[in-house]
């Protein structure tokens, strides 16, 4: 019988543990999200299920203007960045270089590539610069039209980017943002977004796999939360330094509610010591 009350106690505890567990990441993640319910300056808000507006138009690396409905006939990703850019730019295009490289999926066929420049005031010649300074990078012989960059004015770029929740602010000639793949449909929808992590290679790294299923659903149009939100979570994006670093005093918090949640519930649930004289 006390046997059979210990079982009891212990399962009652480890329930209520369980429960006061999920409760406190509730609370911290509804506290986070207040927090970045305001509008971002410089960031990523994710925008799944969003679409950008398709008649928007850019200049290609060879003066030719598209629209976002002439480009976007398969599964594209997507990426803001400036050609001129002295920070995460250049990595980030040389990770999707290696990608490229890497995964079996073919470029032209399964999906294509649209890099849009941030700075309005980069012309055609800067994106050519550019593209011919990545496609050499890449060993396969992929087609030219399959990855393009484009150019554009404030008024284009802020529309798209606005819309894919891309957030950016100049600093004189350079500007402050953050590195990420948005991965859309062949109507425009948002499906996907990639958070490149850290590689001693590039100073990114994406894994091959992430890469191929985020193209595989957005073939499809399935909408699919990334594990970016964990992520925002965990770090924090410093845009003095480009980069993404552990916010460890966040970390922390969690895990101090957590043990403190441990130490009330075995305090008040310890199971007491049973006097071997009653019997």
């Not at 990523?44 to 200049?59: H, I, N, R, S, W």
């Not at 894919?164 to 793949?181: I, N, S, V």
């Not at 964990?230 to 993404?244: N, S």
Request: with cysteine; charged share 25%; glycine share 6%.
């Amino acid at each position: 019988m006390v046997r059979a009350i210990q079982v009891f106690n212990e399962y009652y505890i480890m329930k209520r543990l369980a429960k006061i567990f999920l409760l406190l990441l509730f609370i911290t993640q509804v506290s986070y999200s207040n927090g970045v319910g305001k509008k971002l300056e410089i960031g990523v808000e994710e925008q799944l299920g969003a679409y950008l507006p398709l008649d928007t138009k850019f200049v290609d690396e060879y003066g030719k203007e598209y629209s976002l409905r002439e480009l976007f006939t398969k599964p594209t990703v997507l990426a803001f960045v400036y050609y001129e850019c002295p920070g995460i730019c250049s990595p980030l295009m040389m990770e999707l270089a290696d990608i490229i490289n890497k995964t079996d999926l073919v470029i032209g066929v399964d999906y294509n590539v649209v890099t849009i420049s941030m700075d309005e005031t980069e012309k055609p010649a800067n994106a050519l610069k550019r593209k011919e300074v990545f496609l050499k990078t890449i060993d396969k012989n992929i087609p030219p039209e399959s990855w393009k960059f484009f150019t554009g004015d404030s008024a284009s770029i802020r529309a798209v980017s606005d819309k894919a929740g891309f957030f950016f602010k100049r600093e004189g000639k350079d500007f402050r943002h953050a590195g990420t793949f948005i991965f859309v449909d062949s109507k425009g929808k948002i499906c996907r977004y990639l958070f490149p992590a850290f590689s001693e290679r590039s100073g990114f790294g994406i894994l091959p796999f992430d890469f191929k299923m985020a193209i595989y659903e957005t073939s499809e149009s399935k909408i699919s939360p990334t594990v970016a939100k964990v992520l925002q979570f965990c770090f924090t994006y410093k845009p003095e330094g480009r980069t993404y670093v552990l916010n460890l005093t966040r970390i922390f918090g969690v895990l101090i509610l957590f043990f403190v949640g441990i130490f009330i519930l075995y305090i008040k649930f310890k199971p007491k010591k049973v006097n071997s004289n009653l019997r």
